[in-house]
């Protein structure tokens, strides 16, 4: 196990480089803006002239020997507001004449315009080597960055050492509490404790009254603080829109909460570096939900059977047909009269959503939808588990048996087993409106029907195919989808990759594919879709016939085709769906 316990430095501050020997030298002396010691700086600038405040971002320390308006207490006071409008985080002045003995007259004008400013500001009355400063801090600055990448590491490292481990909710909130050198509690939607570390406070003090006082903090559906209450760091457990809980570090609260000092649990911590705290309470967040799910599948193998067992059948040279139904039976699918393949495509969104299953999600759309959209690999992972964990729950509650497992990302295999091949629209349709699915996002295809089992594993590609396919319609309002319901859709997704195809449909549409030509596309997709009548295209375009008639004879003119000419406009329909199937 990787110790969780790891050095951290938090940013440097305008304190920290009053500390620093190179400007300590110099005899700081705090005029103003004491309570802005405890900011950040970003870096180190030297300047001289006012003009030179619009070379700052913002978070800058302000370095200045005041020449050019230390004899002057209104040039003093108009470079100091100038450079603290610019977001200096501090201005530290060297004012010293030519003996290196302190020019009081102008230490003088300074402490009469320190009024003016509301970030620290810094007497120096000894000689100071700015470079040596500047050196200093950006070596601070520069470990920091460094350290902040180090913790970064060692945070992953962590977690992906409790991944390995198969580690259990409390492993992973005792990690999380070693992490960020603060208690954690891991509470459910009831806000019942599920589990805790206290590290070295006192447990029942950590917990005396949990429900009570947890129940008013605000829940948030990402890593922040709460709102209302006690505003804890908190990050959510579970699937989007199925809430397990959530980890909360009870200590960590934002500086302005307000909260009264002695209250516990939650002191404010004024050098915490909560972008680190947040970085660790979400990976946590994220192995708990984790771990759920993997314990699911500890107490569940049944799942990594089945999914072992599909992948067999799809084999070169599977099972034969009394092994796979011999291992099937065992793995509780039962015999049946003919199997159907299925696949269910999921998009993001899904679990927990107000989508109602196979059809919803591209509904009243009018272009194609976008399957699994998402880039993140683990909330897929989750949101098949979820699926499969549902339909499992379907099964037992209609006594139908379902042989599924995970077929790539995004898409569960499904193999239905039928009492005889008449009742194979009755099981889909029962498939289609269960329950248990309504709150998931996805398209049903199917596979033909086959007597075996074998052979219904084969058609899994096909049912895929479908799936696949169905899910880039517009507008879905079918339960499920064969490859008669998808028709010219369908073979061109089959045929999408064949160079002959491609050269045909850029053939056809070459001219409208060109930079600058989005709206000659679009005139051609309207067009088709309304068949050529142009009474009904001038309609849904609203505008009028003449200048429509114009805006069709020029797209003529462009693709070179008569578009009155059935054959043309069969032709330009086939390249357009190929076009868009293919997305190029």
Known sequence: ??????????????????????????????????????????????????????????????????????????????????????????????????????????????????????????????????????????RALMDHQVRRLERARHV?????????????????????????????????????????????????????????????????????FGTGGDRWLQTPVGLTGQRWGRLVAPELVPEDSGRPDGDFPGRDVPDRDFADAFQVLERAGQALTMARMAGRDRREVLFQARSGLIQDLRQATPPDEQEALARATALGLSRGAAYVPLVARLEAGGTGGTST???????????????????????????????????????????????????????????????????????????AAAPQLAGFRWTLGAGPAERSLVAAARGLDAADQVAETAATLGSRHLPFYRFADIRLRGLLALLSDDSRVK??????????????????????????????????????????????????KSLQSLLGLPLEDPESRASLTVALLWHDLSGS
């Not at 509650?397 to 629209?425: F, M, N, Y």
């Open 503 to 552: 050269a045909f449909a850029q053939a056809e549409l070459g001219p409208v594919l060109d930079t600058g030509q989005a709206h000659a596309l679009q005139l051609l997709r309207d067009y088709l879709a309304h068949s050529g009548n142009m009474t009904s295209l001038a309609k849904a375009r609203n505008v009028s016939r003449q200048a429509l008639y114009a805006h069709v």
């Open 357 to 431: 299953g196979p059809g919803a999600a591209g509904a009243g759309s009018s272009g194609p939808a976008s399957p699994v959209d998402t880039p993140d690999a683990t909330e897929v992972q989750l949101r098949e588990r979820a699926f499969l964990d549902a339909l499992q729950a379907w099964a037992q509650s209609t006594r139908q048996s379902a042989l599924a497992s995970s077929l790539h990302a995004g898409s569960v295999a499904i193999l239905l087993p039928l009492a005889a091949l008449e009742l194979e629209d009755s099981a889909l349709h029962r498939l």
């Open 1 to 138: 196990m990787i110790p969780a316990s790891f050095p951290f430095q938090r940013p440097l501050t305008v304190r920290d480089a009053l500390g620093l020997d190179a400007l300590r030298a110099g005899s700081p002396e705090v005029l103003a803006g004491e309570a802005g010691l405890d900011a950040p700086v970003r870096w180190v600038h030297i300047a001289e002239e006012a003009e030179a405040s619009s070379l700052l971002e913002g978070g800058e320390l302000v370095l200045t020997t005041g020449l050019a308006f230390r004899h002057s207490a209104d040039l003093t006071r108009t470079f100091l507001e100038r450079y603290q409008a610019a977001g200096a985080a501090a201005v530290a002045v060297e004012l010293v004449d030519d003996d290196g003995a302190p020019d009081t007259r102008a230490a003088a004008h300074l402490r009469a315009a320190a009024g003016a400013v509301g970030c620290p500001l810094i007497l120096l009355t000894r000689r100071v080597r700015f470079v040596q400063v500047t050196e200093e801090a950006h």
């Open 156 to 224: 992953h490292e962590v977690f992906t050492a409790l991944s390995l481990e198969n580690a259990g909710e409390k492993g992973i909130v005792d990690a999380t509490a070693a992490l960020l050198g603060s208690p954690v509690v891991f509470e459910d939607p009831a806000h019942l404790v599920l589990s805790y570390s206290a590290r070295d406070r006192d447990p029942a003090r950590l917990l005396d009254g949990w429900a009570e006082r947890s129940r008013f903090v605000g829940y948030r559906n990402q890593t922040e």
